[in-house]
């Protein structure tokens, strides 16, 4: 027990560190980054929803320098074609042979950069590679990094030119994080930076340093999965999840998935709490971000104003909280 406890404390204390490098970029998203740092811990993939000039793209450039891992981003546009995103076989003249000529989903983190400009086609091309950590080009399989993970970025406001993502493709993604504008201090603090003569395009300069490598990552994956969850907290889970189901509110409730992904998600927010056991408040912190895109409203509900987020939180109040 006492080996776990000391896991626990070192994912914990990697998180600070990485929070700590973030810092000297990216003023504030406290919340966003949290969750970013969740996934990483799970294994999943985020989808982050804000309007331009938020720090969306700054944050991802930032955190593949913190934890030294190859960073491409792919700048999604209607003509996009798949071999774009994962590449393709191109004859080799001297040795008669193909050689694969790799795209940029061969990499460690991956920013898929207004994901819903481009056509389904080409959308599905993250498919694999989000689900199974490999792609298949030509009919052969090839394997992706250990640590291979998908921030993608969306618009919430332009729809002229966009292909909204499916449920299969929005279903991949482990959370749905909203970017907010910042606070007025933070916006203040970060207007203060760039008079003092920071710029975003130049990283180097920031002092932004790597603090994790990709084993330790795996290991603080390993450490998160070993959190204690006890039999009531996993019922609740279930319960939370399976009543999106039974609301008529909604055409569509959250899939298994969902509750997988709250199960795994739970783990690591209490690693990097430090604490080897899940609580309730673990579940309440991290329901939106799972569930909200998971869940389709009936054409009145949203005539009426009712919103994904306020749908959890109606069943956040609904489902018993299980007595710690």
Sequence with gaps: ??????????????????RTELAKVVVGQRDVIDQILVALLSGGHVLLEGVPGIAKTLIARTL?????????????????????????????????KFNLRKGPIFTGLLLADEINRTPPKTQAALLEAMQERRVTIDGEEHQLEPVFTVLATQNPIEYEGTYPLPEAQLD???FKTIVP????????????????????????????????????????????????????????????????????????????????????????????????????????????????????????????GLTPDRVVESTLAEVEVPRQ
Aim: aromatic letters at 6%; proline letters at 6%.
């Design 172 to 174: 991949r993604f482990m």
């Design 64 to 96: 593949a320098l913190t934890i030294s891992a190859d960073f491409n981003r792919i700048q999604f546009t209607p003509d996009l074609m798949p071999s774009d995103v994962l590449g393709t076989n191109v004859f080799d003249p001297s040795t008669g």
């Design 181 to 304: 504008y910042p606070a007025l201090d933070t916006e203040v603090g970060m207007l203060t930076r760039y008079n003092e003569g920071f710029r975003s395009v130049d990283l180097e300069q920031t002092g932004v340093a790597p603090v994790i490598d990709a084993q330790t990552l795996l290991q603080a994956r390993s450490a998160a999965a070993s959190i204690r969850v006890e039999q009531p907290i996993v019922e609740y889970i279930a319960k939370l999840v399976r009543r999106t189901r039974e609301n008529r509110s909604l055409v569509l409730g959250a899939s298994p998935r969902a509750s997988i992904y709250l199960l795994l998600g739970s783990k690591a927010l209490a690693a990097l709490n430090g604490r080897g056991f899940v609580i309730p408040d673990d579940i309440k912190q991290l329901a939106a971000p799972v569930l909200r895109h998971r869940l389709i409203l009936r054409p009145e509900a949203e005539i009426e």
């Design 1 to 18: 027990m006492e080996e776990a406890t000391v896991n626990f404390n070192a994912v914990s204390d990697a998180a600070d560190k990485i």
